[in-house]
C-alpha cells in the first residue's frame, strides 16, 4: 500500500517510520517543505496515487484535512482528537457514511502492553466487578521533545488545539469508555495553574460515571516532574494498580516496547483497509463522541 502522511511531526514521522517497517510506501506531506515532498496536501492526489492516509497535522486542521481525503473515498486513520469544536462534524461523517469511508482514530493506548494486561484482568473479573477509579497522567511539557522549543509546540497553542484537555485527555476519555463502558454522566474543567510560557490550558480534570456503574476520577497536565502515568481500579475483591510509567501492575513489571502500539495500531488500520472492514469502536463517530464530551458545557474553561 502507499500510505500518504499529513503532518510530519513526532507522531506523523512515527507512523511514517512504521508504514514502512510494516512493508508500505509512504509520501509525505507537510507546510514545512524539510519535513515533506508536498508542501499542501490539495496537490498530492495529483501526483501520487494514495491508498490510505494518516492525518497527524495539529488538530485545529483535521476536519479540513479529512473532509477533502473523505470526498475522495479515500481511508483515513485519524489522530486524536477528532477536532477542537464541533463545527463541520455533522458534514463529515454524513460524507463518509455516503461514501463509505473506511475511518479509524489513533488511539494507541488500545495497543498498549499495560492497558491491555489491565483489560485482561477486568474482563476475567480478576477482583469482581470494577466499583471506583483513579486515572492520572502527567509530563512535563519541555520534556516531551527535547531540544526543541516548547512553546511552539502545538500543544502549547490554544489556535492549534493544544492545551491537556484535548492533547492528553482525549486520550484517557476514550480509555475509560474502552476499559469501563460508555460515559453516562459527566463534568470536568480545564485551566492554567503552572508557570509554562503559553496560552493553553495545562491541566484538565474530569469526573464521570459509565453506564456500567463504574465511578471514575481523571486528571492530565503538561506540569509533572517527572513524568507519571497510573490507574488505581477499586474492585469488589480486590485493587488493580498500574503504574504506566514504571511498567508494573501490582508491583510486578510487563513488557514494554515504546513504538510496539504505534506498529501494531498502525498494522490494525492497513489491515481494516485490506480488507474493507469497519470498526465502530474506533471509527470517526467515535472520534465525534469524543469531541462532544471535551466541549460540552459541563466542561468549564478555567484558562
Known sequence: MNLLIVGCGSIGSRHARNAQTLGHSVVLCDPDPARGQYTDYKTTLQQEHVDAIVVASPSNLH???????????????MEKPLATNREGLGKLLQTIKDKKVITMMAQSFRWHEGMLEVKRRLDAREFGK??????????YLPDWHPGEDYRKEYAAQKSMGGGAMFTSMSHSLDTIEWLFGPIADYSGEKKRVGT????ADDTADVSCMTAQGVRVEAHADFLAQPAVHHMRIICERGVIEADFAAHTINGKPYTFD????????????????KRGEHDPALDLAHGAHLVELMTSSRVKDLT
Do not use: H, M, W
Open 63 to 77: 476536519v479540513e484535512v479529512a473532509q477533502y481525503f473523505a470526498e475522495k473515498g479515500i481511508p483515513i486513520c
Open 130 to 139: 470494577p466499583l471506583s477509579v483513579t486515572y492520572v497522567g502527567g509530563q
Open 258 to 273: 515504546q513504538n510496539k502500539r504505534y506498529l501494531d495500531e498502525l498494522a490494525y488500520f492497513i489491515q481494516l483497509v
Open 196 to 199: 509554562l510560557d503559553i496560552d
